[in-house]
């Protein structure tokens, strides 16, 4: 009987409970939380939770007082990772690099995602068209919910539902960039209606427009990367005077002065 009280005045001495509201105070100084107590017996018996899943048994004659709890309840801290475990913020990417890491993902060059962001929104994430397109690329609700896209007002999932719509439009018309472009404004039944680029001004015009700015981009690219080739031939060390040429023999080359 005394080691059954042992134990259980060290379960209960151990449990604590947020819920707990008395004190049993023992004849031997210590004291056991609780939430309710009820006599089985010669025993009474301690519930340590507000589910009574959870007891202890102390013979009655020990206990000496009950009394309310005004000790605030002992919360277990938690567990800290190691500092290496610790895992770092994830850092704020920028439009660019957003739209970097999602065309890569769908293989469609990030300026031509660019360019539909220009025609469609002036890259502002707000946007609202009177027919309801919301986003940097104007997805309509519908076409929004089909692609998983639950806030077509956050760039990261607005930019990546409108990718792969338009990745799904150039598999449709075999990368004919025209055309998807076309479905793209003016819906695929309509490219189809009339099999190719309906008679639409704004449809024509939003073709030509994006089409004009992409290609802008490619081409000032080629300009910057043949300067820069330029750039870094012309910058090398001059070694002509030390290399035999097709026409010019060794005995032509004229020793460097000083060399002698």
Do not use: C
Not at 116 to 133: D, L, M, Q, T, Y
Not at 157 to 162: A, F, L, Q, R, T
Not at 199 to 206: C, N, Q, S
């Amino acid at each position: 009987m005394k080691l059954w009280f042992q134990f259980g005045l060290m379960f209960g001495l151990a449990v604590s409970s947020a819920f707990a509201s008395e004190l049993a105070i023992l004849h031997n100084g210590f004291s056991i939380r609780h939430e309710k107590s009820e006599i089985v017996g010669t025993v009474t018996r301690l519930y340590l939770g507000t589910d009574r899943s959870g007891y202890v048994d102390i013979p009655t004659n020990e206990i000496d007082r009950f009394e309310k709890d005004l000790t605030p309840a002992v919360l277990t801290p938690p567990v800290l990772a190691r500092p290496s475990e610790v895992p770092l913020p994830e850092r704020p990417q920028s439009l660019n690099e957003v739209i970097d890491t999602i065309g890569n993902r769908h293989h469609i060059d990030p300026d031509l995602i660019n360019s539909v962001i220009h025609a469609e929104s002036g890259f502002n994430a707000r946007a609202v068209s009177p027919k309801g397109a919301q986003g940097l690329m104007q997805l309509m609700p519908h076409t929004a919910s089909q692609l998983g896209v639950a806030n077509a007002f956050d760039p990261k999932s607005n930019v990546e539902g409108g990718t792969r719509y338009l990745r799904e439009l150039l598999e449709r018309y075999n990368f004919d960039l025209v055309k998807a472009l076309a479905a793209y404004n003016a819906g695929p039944h309509r490219v189809e209606q009339y099999r190719g680029v309906p008679p639409y001004y704004e449809t024509r015009a939003y073709v030509a427009s994006i089409i004009r700015d992409f290609n802008r981009k490619k081409r000032a690219q080629q300009r910057i990367s043949a300067a820069s080739k330029s750039k870094a031939v012309t910058s090398q060390p001059q070694l002509a005077s030390t290399k035999k040429h097709p026409e010019t023999s060794a005995s032509q080359i004229e020793p460097l002065p000083g060399s002698h």
